[in-house]
């Protein structure tokens, strides 16, 4: 089947066309912040939180200008943002979770998400994008297992699904030791005093 596909950029939305379903690719809004933890609920489980890569995340907002959600028929369904790490001594970022809605995969929209955040981070100035993930999908985006070998994650992780792409040549050329956040920490939620709780 072929599929057209139509891009128009304006005010940092990029509209898109997909066998003339559209959605819209957009930089995430703090309103998007339920309806983005419902659809990793639903993509991910409860059990997301527990994972390796999730320890990069928390407590840390994601890279200022690399976070971004899909919006089709006035619903979000997709999300991908990107994060600030050291990567044994390596300015870097961690890419991911990159989730889209069961029911609208057919679209394209995880491609173009992943097409849409790379071209982002590059034009930003930033040297490498390294994520968790299966080599057969992430593979058509640059990203591989080499120069992977010698870094680690905090916490378990499988070896082969830990997959780079340099977006400046020579950017991940001998790093090695522990992948570390360094983005800049999230401010926490102010609890109420006692006086106000009692009020």
């Given at each position: 089947m072929t599929t057209a596909l139509q891009k128009t950029a304006t005010n940092n939305t990029v509209a898109l066309t997909i066998a003339a379903t559209p959605f819209a690719i957009r930089a995430e809004r703090g309103s998007d912040i339920a309806?983005?933890?419902a659809l990793l609920d639903v993509c991910f489980g409860a059990s997301r939180h527990a994972r390796t890569c999730q320890r990069l995340r928390d407590g840390r907002l994601p890279a200022e200008g690399l976070a971004f959600s899909v919006v089709h028929q006035g619903r979000l369904v997709g999300t991908i943002r990107l994060w600030h790490v050291d990567a044994g001594g390596q300015a870097a970022l961690?890419?991911?979770p990159l989730a889209?809605?069961?029911s609208c995969r057919e679209l394209g929209i995880g491609a173009e998400l992943m097409n849409h955040?790379?071209?982002a981070a590059k034009a930003l100035g930033?040297?490498?994008v390294i994520l968790l993930g299966d080599e057969p999908y992430y593979s058509r985006f640059g990203f591989s297992p080499e120069k992977m070998e010698n870094l680690s994650l905090p916490g378990p992780f499988e070896r082969h699904r830990l997959l780079g792409l340099e977006l400046r040549a020579g950017a991940l050329d001998g790093v090695a030791g522990l992948i570390v956040?360094?983005?800049r920490a999230a401010?926490?939620?102010r609890t109420a005093s006692p006086a106000a709780r009692a009020a």
């Open positions: 309806a983005r933890e961690m890419l991911g889209v809605d069961p955040a790379i071209a930033h040297g490498a956040a360094t983005g401010k926490r939620a």
